[in-house]
């Protein structure tokens, strides 16, 4: 898998990993393994919202593009996936106690 990084090239992902890991090991042993893991994390919640992005748009799934997306990770490495359309106001109840104000 190679992540491309702008226009200054593409490293591979595994370089990038072991960059993180030992970078963060460091400053502190063990840190490594778990910075691999959150960046992992970001990944994948990076691509979901680009795929809502580009479902959103008319040509795509528009409306009926799911906005509510629950994931469960069984120890067999099974993901159990819940995907759901629900209105912009049940969205920001279901979520009330956090604001997207604190992310902008």
């Keep these: 898998m190679v992540l491309t990084i702008g226009w200054k090239g593409t490293i591979s992902m595994r370089a990038t990993k072991d960059y993180i890991k030992g970078y963060w090991d460091a400053r502190r042993e063990g840190l490594g393994e778990k910075a691999v893991i959150e960046w992992?994390?970001?990944?994948?919640?990076?691509?979901?919202?680009?795929?809502?992005?580009?479902?959103?748009?008319?040509?795509?799934?528009?409306?009926?593009?799911?906005n509510r997306m629950e994931f469960g990770f069984g120890r067999s490495g099974y993901i159990h996936c819940e995907f759901d359309r629900v209105d912009e106001e049940d969205l920001h109840f279901i979520f009330e106690e956090e604001s997207e104000e604190d992310y902008w």
């Design 40 to 66: 992992l994390f970001h990944i994948a919640i990076d691509n979901l919202a680009t795929a809502f992005r580009m479902s959103s748009k008319s040509f795509s799934y528009g409306p009926k593009t799911y």
